[in-house]
């Protein structure tokens, strides 16, 4: 790519969170958890009319290319005109039924649209790079927002600093609400204490207020000033959706569809996107393992996670090792069809040999057998590795 090139398109942390969504059709913006924004993309009356693919698609090209406003509508306009998506029309609400005049499409309704995506999408790209370089910019300060009109319970929020890793950005990360402008910067220890920050004492108390959604009668607390459906981090969620969705699915298969989805997702992207330190507070299905193993440790469960702080602890901490990505996978495949099992309390090592090298991974037990974590892997000689399974042999630790 040509130096001036960029600057003409988003970063890939930006691009990527957009491009990772799947589509949601959806009548009302209230009928989606925000949580679920961060892993799908939605728009309101949507339920019925072909334009979500469509929508994504020019949304997608505007984030990538930075394109206006006006831009983003002269590329969409038509094609939601010839599909009907337009004006005010009579629509069947799903949930109750009853027959409703809404707002199809409309220049108000796309700069919405626009801008609630290209924002999230920035806040994501923005947290991923915070995650990234928070072993030397380790704080947070909220900033005074661009906007010509500022929010005043916005403006009380400038000047707050805390750690990048404080829970307090999972709620008052901007944007903090519809059109908000606000923005954080990222800095260094020196300068939060030259700023008032004292550890031990909290960033700032949050005030709550009740919220309640009308379409699912579920009530909830949302900090003062933040809009319902904007308490949320989206660089945070995503990770953390993308760890859910994963697993959930996995956990519903079959084992031998289990262990069929478990490769693709080794051999996937989405392994060496966590190990380059893109998928912070996250985890992956890495592994299924062997029934006997499960069986002796009183289990209900095999499927090995692998979580971003471990991935970070193996790769980073470790770098004299020199692991990469293809060292995940064959220690990975070890634990699928090891030589040999050694137990020992809530803990397993299983040794075995993939691509002509022994390895020895590491996995734990956790919440009374429910859930199974890979710790560590090393590498081995043979003598080294058969030398340990010999003494596990002696000593009866062998799961036979």
Known sequence: MDAPDLFKTAPREVTRYFEAKDTKPSFDWRDIAPEEHAFAFTVAKSTGYDILDDMKAA?????????????????????????????????????????????????????????????????????????????????????????????????????????????IWKRLYPPNGWGCQCRIRQITRREALSLGWRDGEPAFVIKERPWRNKRTGETIMLPEGVDPGWDTNPGQLRSQNTSRFLHEKIEAMAPARQRIAIDDIVQSPVLKAMAEGHMPKAYLPVAQLPARLVEDAGASAAVVRLSSDSVGHILVEHAERGLAIDDFRSAISVMTAPAAIIRAGSAAALLGVAAGQWWRAVVKSADGGREWWLQSFHRKSAAEALKVIDRAKRSGKIVE
Do not use: C, M
């Open 59 to 167: 949304i997608g090209t505007a984030i990538e290319k930075r394109q206006p406003f006006e831009e983003f509508q002269k590329n969409i306009i038509w094609t939601l005109h010839e599909k009907g998506w337009w004006g005010k029309s009579l629509e069947i609400d799903p949930q109750t039924g009853e027959e409703k005049l809404v707002q199809l499409g409309s220049t108000r309704r796309l700069r919405t649209i626009y801008w609630a995506n290209t924002a999230t999408a920035h806040a994501a790209g923005e947290w991923e790079r915070t995650e990234r370089n928070k072993a030397f910019l380790p704080f947070l300060v909220y900033v005074l927002s661009t906007a010509e009109r500022k929010r005043p319970e916005h403006e009380r929020w400038v000047g707050i600093v805390a750690p990048v890793d404080d829970p």
